[in-house]
């Protein structure tokens, strides 16, 4: 079956710009995660839905970032005012509630010049 | 706060070797330690593990957990060259929904 996908893959925009990064995760995941990897670090947790809501969010950097679900489904992460050191891979995982498993997209990688 | 810490944090072997890489953790409550291998961006799962001593196995790979000193072992029989990626040691705990990951392993296979 279909997979999670994410796009765009790459993402360049330069200082000061907003983005938009979107997860279609696999169909009938409630649970979704946004995650963030920097060069040769392990991903980190930004934000996880359950359905529509932001069940945790605490992995938000700062105001600049925020995620929305609406219908439960595709989700986008929006980073306003963006600055360099947002530059990294944005990944999206879509857990299995039957298996308690999570499953990756292929992450967006977003460069700010 | 839980904490993943994963070692060793890079290594080079040649194809045909057998490797151990190692995941140790720190967690309040814990319900799972979960494995994966990520060769360019997508992390691909690989194993997850709940109980002690019990171990998974897929092919060349296989894992095994210990609860009461805390860490898990991934081994990599006969390396081939496509094992070549970076390994993920992820951890869950029972109060939220939230997977903390460890640094990763870099694992280089030469031909």
């Known amino acids: 079956g279909a997979g999670v996908s994410q796009t765009p893959s790459n993402k360049v925009t330069e200082k000061g710009k907003y983005v938009e990064l979107r997860c279609d995760p696999i169909?009938?995941?409630?649970?979704l995660y946004w995650y963030r990897q920097s060069l040769g670090q392990g991903p980190e947790f930004l934000i996880y839905f359950q359905g529509t809501g932001a069940a945790d969010d605490s992995g938000l950097p700062n105001d600049r970032f925020f995620a929305v679900r609406p219908e439960g489904s595709v989700s986008t992460l929006k980073i306003q005012r963006t600055e360099r050191g947002d530059s990294a891979v944005y990944l999206c995982?879509?857990?299995?509630?039957?298996?308690?498993?999570?499953?990756f997209g292929p992450g967006t990688r977003l460069t700010v010049l | 706060e839980d904490k993943v810490v994963q070692s060793p944090l890079s290594l080079v072997v040649h194809e045909g070797d057998t490797v151990t890489l190692n995941c140790s953790y720190e967690?309040?409550?814990?319900?799972?330690l979960l494995w994966y291998k990520q060769e360019k961006k997508a992390p691909t799962f690989l194993f997850m593990l709940t109980s002690s001593g019990i171990e998974k196995k897929s092919g060349r790979l296989s894992s095994i957990l210990d609860k009461k000193e805390l860490f898990s072992i991934l081994n990599i029989t006969a390396t081939q060259t496509g094992d070549s990626a970076v390994y993920l040691c992820?951890?869950?705990?029972?109060?939220?929904?939230?997977?903390?990951f460890g640094p990763g392993t870099r694992l280089s296979v030469l031909p």
């Open positions: 169909s009938g995941h409630t649970a």
């Open positions: 992820a951890v869950k705990d029972n109060y939220g929904q939230n997977f903390v």
């Open positions: 967690v309040t409550n814990f319900r799972s």
């Open positions: 995982a879509s857990r299995d509630p039957s298996t308690d498993t999570q499953y």
